[in-house]
């Protein structure tokens, strides 16, 4: 921990990064110890002897870095972490060997030739030791990092390494999986894997969602579009549940999206962003639709529709006849189909295009608005007609005025530009997050606003003004 050694702070920082990639204790620990089963630490020398990084280096090092000119600086004399030896007694193959070394013997703080600190058995017998990586004649000290060291001596932890160690049959399939997952899961769904290796299991991290098998003609989907107009919901209540049920798609790692109709399930039902009860309202109401049709139209898609087709209203309000293309296909996933603690970290807990903070961050909303987009897979453009264009439909979160600048609210219109670039305004501060637009001449306030809202019209600094970057 910051060079000095703590295993069980260590644990904490081991527990919360595995954590963000979705993996449990078990699975945490499986890794560690499988992956530190095989290969060793590089610590033999002095990392002053090495030069610098790969992006400092000459035009000759074509890329390599950190190369060693002093001395040979390959093999036995590698300076990687500046920990140097093997974790286990044969570190070419796959054993149980790690959980024989770290639970059967004592561990004390020794420093490795680099100068680091590192844990080495006491009183080791010969045949429990590592050979040289280059001279199989000469015996070394295993070694453990202090994140090894937290497979024995944070409490949790250490019940699993004992549980692992006494079944290595478990502890290869517990490995074999978590490590499938680890470099599986930024594929996305199953859908995307190509290929004869694909395993035939379907994993619960996978996200599965049943496949639908209807398709709709253009009247038909005309009709649903009618009969969801036709029902009490708002333009604003229809567009801001298909926005939030598409808005946990992450470009990243394929996750989240409309598709799955995850939206209706623990535990994105309950996050304020989606705001439970008009969630709530407007779900029972497309259920209704729904229960009705002759075609088992999936939830997921009626959602999607039910956006598209506010859209459309709210275009035609403004005078713009348009039909925007919908294409059906959308399966409904289960609760038993979806991993609740999986999906938390998808929870947006800021979204620029709804105006919403759920509290408040170290980064500006704006900086959050852009990660959002980018995360989201959207271009400057398109994040930029989204937010103001959603601005005018009133789709805020709680209904908040910051940002809606125009009088015909639920109207789709190019009015948010409008107002933001028109001179006879000033724009003064109220808050750490809030502004006030001023009529020049008068001195009324005419509307309310975000950093969010505002950055589209700055200039400072000059790299932050959207607007003049991208028309
Ligand atoms: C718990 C968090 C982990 C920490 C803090 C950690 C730390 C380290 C360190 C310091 C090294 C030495 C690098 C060097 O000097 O060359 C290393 C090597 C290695 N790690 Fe990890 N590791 C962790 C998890 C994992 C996982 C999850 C895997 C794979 C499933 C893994 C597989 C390996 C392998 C195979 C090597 C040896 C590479 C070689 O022989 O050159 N480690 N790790």
């Known amino acids: 921990m910051d060079g000095n050694p703590d295993p069980l702070r260590t644990a904490k920082d081991v527990r919360e990064t595995f954590k963000r990639m979705a993996m449990n204790d078990e699975e945490t620990c499986a890794l560690t110890a499988g992956g530190h089963t095989v290969g060793k630490c590089h610590g033999n020398g002095n990392a002053e002897d090495l030069s610098d990084a790969p992006e400092g280096g000459e ?6 870095g950190w190369n060693n000119h002093k001395s ?3 093999g036995a004399n590698t300076v990687t972490s500046g920990l140097e030896g093997a974790w286990t007694t044969n570190p070419t193959q796959w054993d149980n060997g790690y959980f024989h070394l770290l639970l059967n013997y004592d561990w004390e703080l020794k420093k490795s030739p680099a100068g680091a600190w590192q844990w080495e058995p006491i009183n080791i017998k010969e045949e429990d030791m590592p050979v040289d990586a ?3 004649s000469i015996r070394r000290n295993p070694i ?9 001596m944070d409490p949790e932890y250490r019940k699993i390494s004992e549980k692992f ?7 290869a399939d517990v490995f074999a999986r978590a490590w499938f997952k680890l470099t599986h899961r930024d594929l996305g769904p199953k859908s995307r894997y190509l290929g004869p290796d694909v395993p035939s299991e379907d994993l619960l991290w996978q996200d599965p969602i049943p496949t639908v098998d209807y398709t709709l003609s253009d009247s038909e989907i ?3 579009k009618a009969k969801i107009l036709a029902t009490n919901l708002t333009v604003a209540e229809l567009i801001a549940t298909a926005w939030d049920s598409a808005r946990t798609f992450r470009g990243s790692d394929n996750r989240g999206g409309a598709n799955g109709g995850r939206i209706r399930l623990a535990p994105q039902k309950d996050w304020e962003g989606n705001e439970p009860a008009r969630l709530q309202k407007v779900l029972n109401v497309l259920e209704g639709i729904q229960s009705g049709l002759a075609k088992k139209i999936s939830l997921a898609d009626l959602i999607v529709l039910g956006g598209t087709a506010a859209v459309e209203k709210a275009a035609k309000d403004g005078g713009v006849q348009i039909t925007l293309p919908f294409t059906p296909g959308r399966g409904d996933a289960t609760a038993e189909q979806t991993d609740i603690e999986g999906f938390e970290p998808l929870e947006p807990v800021h979204d620029a295009f709804r105006n919403y903070l759920k509290h408040d961050f170290k980064s ?7 990660d959002k987009a980018q995360l989201m897979g959207l271009t400057a453009a398109e994040m930029t007609v989204l937010l103001g264009g959603m601005r005018t439909l009133g789709v805020n979160y709680g209904g908040s005025k910051h940002g809606v600048f125009t009088d015909r609210v639920g109207t789709l219109s190019n009015d948010f530009f409008v107002h933001l670039v028109d001179m006879g305004y000033q724009w003064k501060p109220t808050g750490k997050n809030s502004y006030e637009i001023v009529e020049r001449n008068t001195g009324n306030v005419r509307f309310t606003a975000t950093r969010v809202d505002l950055v589209f019209g700055s200039s400072k ?3 932050h003004c959207l607007l003049q970057r991208l028309f």
């Open 134 to 136: 280059e001279d199989p």
């Open 144 to 152: 453990m990092t202090d994140a090894d060291m937290a497979m024995k």
């Open 461 to 463: 600094p000059p790299e």
């Open 364 to 370: 500006k909303p704006e900086e959050l608005m852009l």
């Open 222 to 224: 005309s009709e649903l």
């Open 165 to 171: 160690y006494n079944n290595p049959e478990y502890f």
């Open 72 to 74: 040979r600086g390959i």
């Open 59 to 64: 035009l000759e090092d074509q890329g390599f």
